[in-house]
């Protein structure tokens, strides 16, 4: 009998030691978890503090260096030109650019014209002219540009995308005295012109702009004007552009000037060999003076 009380009283004593020790622990577990959750929720602030400041600084990061990122995707576009047919940045660059210029408005599109001869002549001062060369027979300035009925010597890159021809055409282009027909056929997306429709639209183009004449052209001037990099590869005519953009997309500002060129460059991803072939074969472009026709004979 006292055994069994001593037991029960023990099994009490126990039983409720071990209970108060139970409660302890678990008090001390709830006190834990309540720390450690204000440990997490201090650290969930902090790290919410933390993208904050990143995102913020990241934000200025990108604004600050905006104009960079912009010459960079521009010089990109640059590159790609004859992929995209739509490329609004060059607009809208040209927009912001030209928003806070004076326009010189006094000058008359004869002015312009005179102080562009002027240009040409500069830079043509220490040319060799062919002389008989290449089947040339060029000797001054006068026998080379279209105003004076000379004829130009004409460049015509036919090729296809992704070829470089950006880069070859850039090349040419550095030749004194050239006018640079950049891609003329951008108008027409990215494909290639095949039907014979649209066959005859590119060649009266082409036909038109290589003989400087852009009267019956409204297509190309009218795309022209919403996406300004057809002409921004001309850096002749392009720099004239900006400081006169009311004359730019004029043809009766257009003919005139390129007809001051003694070199026309012309560089086409969009025509089939059949269509530029009856190009080649067009005997205005083959005078006894052009180098096409001297090898077209051979
Ligand atoms: C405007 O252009 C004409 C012709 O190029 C020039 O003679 C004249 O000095 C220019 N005026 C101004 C204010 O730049
Ligand atoms: C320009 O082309 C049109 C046809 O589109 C033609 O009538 C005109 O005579 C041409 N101008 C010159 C100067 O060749």
Not at 34 to 56: D, E, F, P, Q, Y
Request: proline share 4%.
């Amino acid at each position: 009998m006292s055994k069994t009380s001593d037991s029960t009283t023990i099994s009490l004593l126990t039983g409720a030691s071990v209970d108060s020790a139970s409660r302890t622990r678990a008090q001390h577990r709830i006190s834990l978890s309540t720390k450690r959750r204000k440990m997490s929720r201090r650290a969930n602030l902090i790290g919410i503090c933390g993208v904050c400041s990143l995102c913020l600084l990241l934000l200025i990061a990108t604004t600050q260096h905006r104009p960079a990122s912009m010459t960079i995707s521009n010089g990109m576009s640059v590159g790609v030109g004859d992929i995209s047919g739509v490329q609004t940045g060059y607009v809208d660059r040209h927009h912001v650019g030209t928003a806070s210029v004076a326009y010189n408005m006094t000058a008359t599109i004869a002015d312009v014209l005179a102080a562009q001869r002027t240009k040409i002549l500069t830079e043509m001062e220490n040319f060799e002219y062919p002389q008989g060369r290449f089947g040339v027979d060029a000797e001054k300035l006068s026998d080379m540009t279209p105003a004076t009925n000379g004829t130009p010597v004409r460049s015509v890159i036919i090729t296809t995308w992704r070829s470089g021809s950006t880069f070859l055409g850039d090349i040419l282009n550095a030749m004194p005295g050239n006018f640079y027909h950049y891609e003329p056929l951008l108008s027409f997306g990215i494909n290639q012109v095949r039907d014979a429709a649209e066959g005859a639209e590119a060649l009266h183009m082409l036909r038109h702009l290589l003989h400087c004449n852009y009267t019956n052209m409204q297509e190309y001037l009218e795309y022209g004007k919403q996406h300004s990099y057809l002409f921004e590869h001309n850096e002749r005519l392009w720099s004239v552009c900006k400081e006169f953009p009311h004359f730019c997309w004029q043809p009766k500002f257009l003919s005139p000037i390129c007809k001051l060129f003694p070199m026309q460059s012309m560089k086409v991803v969009r025509l089939r060999l059949a269509l530029a072939k009856t190009l080649l074969e067009d005997n205005r472009f083959t005078s006894q003076k052009s180098p096409i026709r001297k090898v077209l004979q051979k």
